[in-house]
């Protein structure tokens, strides 16, 4: 049988001059506070299971953006998705992109086992990270490796996206200090072509319904690596959604990509699915294919792992073995599953690799850029993906 992943090369003796290349090309957290972060190996992607898992995705991209559409105005299936009532009236009243684009920006996270079966464990649609690793570190340490790298139009993607969203500020918390966000801002902005504002998001605030920054400059078109079900409980949060429902401001990712980002939408995608009175024939086979049964209670007669709806960074993520008991779960992230509901969703296998530094499970990420499936990003890490997870680039033989 093909090997799905195979792990190339070894960790070149000299990590600190790699560090200070990756450092160069805008990856500057390659080692974070002594510890390592990026695994100095490559893992290779078997061409066919990639072509399998370029299809995957673009397929359910076409059938969950044509899910949220059916969800949109129905403010009882806004609750059964944890979101937030804060974004109820703008969900209704702005105008929703087009078709495929309710999210310009966007990553899938597959679990792939090691026979090359291919399940979606998650859709991060509003505010994903991992952009500088799969489109700047990714090229070049594939290119360093000598194997096929398929994230080079990862650029072009952004930059075709943002030619029509505009932005005139990108902003994160912690910008300037937090090393992670703020270069994954500074990369979007390189990339977009345009030359926005960069600001910190804690040093923005609402006067009379328009967002300002520091300066009490306006801001009218705003990209932010700030998840949208914060506005329910930050401070200034009501004020921000009355920026945007006035219409003084827009937000990019779009305000319906919470619906796509909610992982309660997957659990409505298997209602429907089961249901039976939805889906055409070619979506209820991705459904079957792809998609892991999920639902508001825990159901299942064999090992589940439960998650807040709006969990991020493995954070809320709990998993339960056979017998329906708790075999492990993320103390590191921050649990939100007091905040928000939580969906209960069959285990998937993850292929395991063996590396220098020691064996992994693989988690694989598809960056969906522009509605266009363009860019793997690699994670490295225990049963559930959190921030001790590793980033190892991954490119295609």
């Known amino acids: ?22 450092r160069e090309l805008g990856f500057a957290w390659a080692d974070l506070e002594d510890e390592a972060y990026w695994l100095d190996q490559v893992v290779g992607m078997n061409r066919s299971v990639y072509e399998k898992l370029e299809q995957a995705s673009e397929r359910l ?12 105005g129905r403010r009882d ?8 009532k804060v974004l109820w009236e703008m969900l209704d009243l702005l105008p929703v992109p087009p078709e495929g684009l309710i999210s310009r920006y966007a990553r899938f996270d597959f ?16 505010t994903p990270t991992g952009y500088v690793e799969a489109s700047i570190a990714t090229p070049w340490l594939c290119r360093q490796a000598g194997i096929d790298n398929v994230n080079e139009t990862m650029k072009e993607r952004l930059a075709e996206a943002w030619a029509i969203e505009k932005p005139d500020t990108i902003a994160c918390v912690g910008y300037g200090s937090h090393l992670e966000d703020s270069g994954t801002i500074e990369a979007l902005a390189k990339h977009s072509g345009l030359n926005p504002r960069l600001v910190d998001c804690l040093e923005l605030w609402v006067d009379e319904g328009i967002l300002k920054d ?26 921000l959604a009355y920026a945007i429902e006035m ?42 294919r792809y998609l892991l049964p999920t639902y508001n209670k ?21 998993i339960f073995d056979e017998d329906g008991k708790l075999e492990l779960e993320d103390k590191d992230g921050y649990d939100t599953s007091e905040l928000f509901p939580v969906v209960y969703q069959k285990r998937a296998d993850l292929a395991r690799i ?42 295609v033989i």
Not at 111 to 126: P, Q, R, T
Not at 215 to 220: F, G, H, V
Not at 298 to 318: A, C, I, L, Q, Y
Request: with cysteine; charged share 25%; proline share 4%.
């Open 214 to 239: 520091s300066r009490a400059e306006p801001i009218r078109r705003l990209f932010a690596l700030y998840p949208k079900e914060w506005m329910a409980y930050d401070d200034g949060g009501d004020a």
């Open 77 to 84: 299936l806004y609750e059964l998705l944890g979101v937030p």
């Open 61 to 72: 991209w076409r059938l969950l953006d044509r899910t949220v559409r059916y969800l949109i």
């Open 354 to 395: 063996e590396t220098a530094a020691g064996s992994y499970h693989l988690l694989t990420g598809m960056f969906v850029i522009n509605g266009k499936p363009c860019g793997l990003l690699g994670r490295a890490g225990g049963l559930i993906t959190g921030n001790s997870s590793h980033f190892i680039p991954i490119g």
């Open 1 to 22: 049988m093909t090997e799905t992943f195979r792990v190339i090369g070894r960790p070149d003796d000299n990590r600190a001059r790699k560090v200070e290349q990756l």
């Open 298 to 318: 825990p159901v299942f007669d064999g090992g589940f792992v439960s998650k807040s709806m709006f969990g991020r960074e493995g954070g809320s993520v709990r």
């Open 247 to 288: 219409g003084n401001l827009q937000l990019f990712n779009s305000v319906h990509s919470i619906l796509l980002q909610s992982k309660g939408l997957t659990a409505a995608v298997w209602g429907l699915h089961e249901l039976g009175a939805f889906y055409d024939e070619e979506e209820n086979d991705a459904i079957r």
């Open 111 to 126: 679990a792939i086992s090691s026979d090359g079966e291919i399940k979606m464990l998650e859709l991060n649609a509003d």
